[in-house]
Nanobody, 124 residues
Framework: VQLQASGGGLVQDGGSLRLSCSAS????????LGWFRQAPGKEREFVAA????????YYAGSVKGRFTISRDNAKNTVYLQMNSLKAEDTAVYYC??????????????????WGQGTLVTVSS
């Protein structure tokens, strides 16, 4: 699976952005998908994940109620709708795909494939 993230940019505090992550490969529809982010000087952290079926959806506490993850298997794409953005959401956002069920959705080690990242900057 190859992943390509897009949709990042500069937005004002309180604004919205939608990130997209397009995937190639036949295994997309059977892969769990996740979004992570990494701010300057910080470790990569979990943002949201969705199971292969779309039934299981998980969020970090810091984004719950503001961000929505979804997937369209027909388009091999996963989305992250981000509303009510805050300065602390500024980071490079990465999408990831997992064929494993060996660990938590929030564990970076679970994921086999990573996109290149897209930068989100929220100005206060």
């Amino acid at each position: 699976v190859q992943l390509q993230a897009s949709g990042g940019g500069l937005v004002q505090d309180g604004g919205s952005l939608r990130l997209s992550c397009s995937a190639s490969g036949r295994t997309f529809s059977t892969s769990a998908l996740g979004w992570f982010r990494q701010a300057p000087g910080k470790e990569r952290e979990f943002v949201a994940a969705i199971s292969w079926s779309g039934v299981g959806i998980y969020y970090a506490g810091s984004v719950k109620g503001r961000f929505t993850i979804s997937r369209d298997n027909a388009k091999n794409t996963v989305y992250l709708q981000m509303n009510s953005l805050k300065a602390e959401d500024t980071a490079v956002y990465y999408c990831a795909a997992s064929r494993s069920s060996s660990s938590s959705y929030s564990d970076t080690g679970r994921y086999d494939y990573w996109g290149q990242g897209t930068l989100v900057t929220v100005s206060s």
